[in-house]
């Protein structure tokens, strides 16, 4: 079961990326089948499969597309989420690169499923290479008559539009997405109304990323029951993982979910380079960090990461030796969510640089204890209080790392200096001297 491949099979083959090569080798072979379908039959597949979502929040596919109102009487339109820009996170860019083929085809079974007849690719503005490859497969693709008008003869029309972001990592947020889309600023929306009910131009919309559609094509062919036999009972089926940082071979491997992390380290990526494991950011950089005590029992899984008070997020690891600062580690993090805030929210906007400040500060050796504390509490006072998740993607991963590696942090700040007579008032009324 570990060889099973479904979003990387053709990576190997020279030139897959081009029609007439992925033809040869399978691709498109599910729209036969697909179109022998009803609609309610293909979600009900998926559903049976639990895929998850690949993005990051690992939400029931299935069960997202059921969300739209059957007797909508607007149309419903697919919005792919291509674009990838969180730390540590770098797979998508692979399937547009060396099997956009596999990416239209998926669009093209979501996009049947959910009864949409019109599909946007919103891909990364830096991803120049992976645009370039992707708007002439989907060329190839609409001369073949895989895109637009009656599709193979089924009667089924779908046209594709592919749309360059602008390299703004709030986009990444599906309603923030939307409103780029739209031709506004990327700030992400109050909801409820979620997207499946009210999203792109007001009308139903289903936002998946490119790992979650591009695995749809092998659930339509073999069934979703057979998906889920794959991985474990609540990781189904398969991920890239992709790792960097301290190891001796960084890339990206896809496996079934369910494999012991220090396996998988040793195996795939050969190993910690220089020095012992000291720290993993397991899902992309706004994944609460794990210490190398807690990896020890660490599987690759939602439920394991979850029982880890972490998640998978996108599959996107960040493996750090015994020799990393935490310290200049996490200031990297707290500048680039400081950097992304859209402004929109004030906890956000506010808190994300009042972070960054304080970690100048840390590392300047201006600062005390009392801000080590003082870092805790303003993520505390960050999460759960904004529009979108962007202040607790920055929040998670501040109190992880002060939490779980305060001393890296003791070594740069000065101890608090209580006054004489503070010391001695607290041991009359028998209060611990340091706080």
Not at 82 to 110: C, K, Q, V, W
Not at 326 to 343: H, I, N, Q
Request: proline letters at 5%; hydrophobic letters at 35%.
């Amino acid at each position: 079961m570990e060889n099973i491949l479904i979003l990387t099979k053709r990576f190997s083959i020279p030139n897959a990326n081009q029609l007439e090569v992925a033809l040869k080798h399978g691709a498109y072979s599910s729209l036969e089948k697909l179109f022998s379908m009803k609609p309610e039959d293909v979600v009900e597949e998926v559903k049976k499969s639990n895929l998850k979502g690949r993005g990051g929040a690992g939400f029931p596919t299935g069960l997202k597309w059921s969300f739209i109102p059957k007797d909508t009487k607007k149309p419903i339109y697919l919005c792919v989420n291509a674009d990838e820009s969180e730390p540590g996170t770098f797979t998508d860019r692979y399937i547009m690169e060396y099997d956009p083929h596999l990416l239209i085809e998926g669009i093209i079974n979501t996009s049947y499923a959910i009864k949409s007849h019109t599909a946007y690719i919103y891909i990364r503005g830096e991803y120049v290479k992976q645009y370039q490859i992707l708007s002439r497969a989907l060329e190839e693709a609409r001369k073949a008559g895989y895109v637009g008008k009656n599709i193979l003869g089924s009667g089924y029309d779908l046209d594709i539009w592919l749309h360059r972001g602008a390299g703004a990592y709030i986009c990444g947020e599906e309603t923030g997405l939307i409103e780029s889309l739209e031709g506004k600023k990327g700030q992400p929306r109050i909801k409820p109304p979620f997207p499946a009910v009210e999203g792109l131009f007001r009308s139903p919309t289903i936002v998946n990323n490119v790992k979650t559609i591009a695995s749809v094509p092998w659930i339509v062919l073999n069934g979703g029951e057979a998906y889920a036999k794959i991985g474990t009972k609540d990781s189904t089926g398969t991920n890239i993982f992709g790792v960097s940082g301290h190891v001796n071979q960084p890339g990206y491997w896809e496996l079934p979910f369910g494999m012991r992390f220090l396996e998988f380290l040793e195996k795939y990526p050969k190993g910690v380079k220089g020095g012992k494991l000291k720290a993993l950011i397991p899902g992309g950089s706004s994944t609460p960090v794990l210490t190398a005590e807690e990896c020890e029992d660490l599987y690759l899984s939602y439920e394991s990461m979850l029982a880890h008070k972490t998640f998978l997020g996108t599959g996107g690891m960040i493996v750090m030796n015994e020799h990393t600062d935490m310290v200049k580690a996490l200031k990297t993090l707290t500048r680039f969510y400081s950097e992304e805030s859209c402004g929109q929210c004030t906890p956000c906007r506010e808190g994300t640089s009042w972070l960054d400040r304080l970690l100048d500060r840390i590392l300047n050796r201006e600062a005390t204890t009392k801000e080590l504390d003082l870092l805790i509490e303003i993520s505390d006072n960050m999460e759960g209080k904004t529009i979108c998740a962007l202040a607790a993607a920055c929040a998670m991963p501040v109190r992880s790392f002060v939490t779980k590696f305060r001393s890296d942090f003791e070594k740069y700040v000065k101890p608090i200096s209580i006054p004489v007579h503070k010391v001695a008032e607290k041991i009359i009324q028998k209060e611990p001297i340091a706080s």
